[in-house]
Nanobody, 117 residues
Framework: VQLQASGGGLVEAGGSLRLSCAAS????????MGWYRQAPGKQRDLIAI???????NFADSVKGRCTISRDNTKNTVYLEMNSLKPEDTAVYYC????????????WGKGTQVTVSS
């Protein structure tokens, strides 16, 4: 599975953005899809995740400002964020996870999001 994230850029505080993550290859065994972010000097943190069954979870830092969705016909996952803050500035990575038959994680290259104050 190869992942290509896009949609990052420079956004003013209070603005919105939508990130996309397009998957190619076999996604048949994918069990969950998520978005992580990594700010300079900090660890990569999970901010949103959706299971193949549709359940979602969000980090407290983005809860209420963020939605995750997918288009199965395009093998694409989206992350929409609004009310952006400067602290949302980070490189955003998408992740697809497989549990069976083997545990595997697939990563996109990341897309930079910069929120100006």
């Amino acid at each position: 599975v190869q992942l290509q994230a896009s949609g990052g850029g420079l956004v003013e505080a209070g603005g919105s953005l939508r990130l996309s993550c397009a998957a190619s290859g076999s996604v048949f065994n994918i069990n969950y899809m998520g978005w992580y972010r990594q700010a300079p000097g900090k660890q990569r943190d999970l901010i949103a995740i959706e299971s193949i069954g549709g359940s979602t979870n969000f980090a407290d830092s983005v809860k209420g400002r963020c939605t995750i969705s997918r288009d199965n016909t395009k093998n694409t996952v989206y992350l929409e964020m609004n009310s952006l803050k400067p602290e949302d500035t980070a490189v955003y990575y998408c992740n697809f996870g497989q549990i069976w038959p083997t545990r595997r994680d697939y990563w996109g290259k990341g897309t930079q999001v910069t929120v100006s104050s």
